[in-house]
């Protein structure tokens, strides 16, 4: 069961649509996206299509591949070989193996890449960032100095003034 239903919709100046998903239309790049996702400006699904080179371990309902677009070197992604959006609209046992996955592959990570720290995440709907529409998790390598400040990990995507929030409470 999909988030996305009916046709695609396009962004034309003075035609604006008043709610994406039900929320109010915000940001004048939301339409674009919601179009995009909708599979009118993509072309097959990057994850049903992977090439053979760009995967790393394989189980019966998931992969681990090399992400194409890494933001960090050794940066994975564990993808379900069942075409969805969210990892929520697996079954359990689909659900089960893609957690056994993203242990493999950041054991994987520590004997190639010796991180010394991860970010492992979903991107879970529009909101949240997810341009590709099939489910999947990050398994980022992390190393001291990757970035000038860590702190607060993934609550500084979200509001970086809330990163540190031992310090307003």
């Known amino acids: 069961m999909g988030l996305l239903v009916g046709p695609p919709q396009v962004a034309k100046p003075g035609n604006r649509p008043q709610t994406v998903l039900g929320a109010p239309a ?15 400006a ?3 699904c990057p ?5 053979e080179e760009r995967i790393r371990i394989e189980g019966e309902h998931g992969l681990v591949v090399r992400d194409g677009y890494p933001v960090a070197a050794g940066h994975l992604l564990v993808v379900p070989r069942h075409h969805v959006e969210s990892v929520f609209h697996l079954s359990q046992p689909e659900q089960d193996e893609l957690w056994e996955l993203t242990a493999r592959a950041r054991g994987l990570l520590i004997r190639d890449a010796r991180p010394e720290g991860f970010t ?14 099939h489910a999947h998790i990050h398994v980022i390598p992390r190393h001291i100095g990757d970035v000038p400040d860590p702190t607060g990990g993934i609550r500084a995507i979200v509001s970086p003034r809330k990163a540190r929030y031992w310090e307003h409470s």
């Open 26 to 40: 915000r940001a004048p790049w939301s339409c674009h996206i919601l179009s995009t996702l909708r599979f009118g």
């Open 42 to 44: 993509m072309q097959g």
């Open 47 to 51: 994850f049903c299509e992977l090439p």
């Open 120 to 133: 492992i995440g979903i991107n879970d709907g529009l909101a949240a960032g997810q341009t590709v529409p």
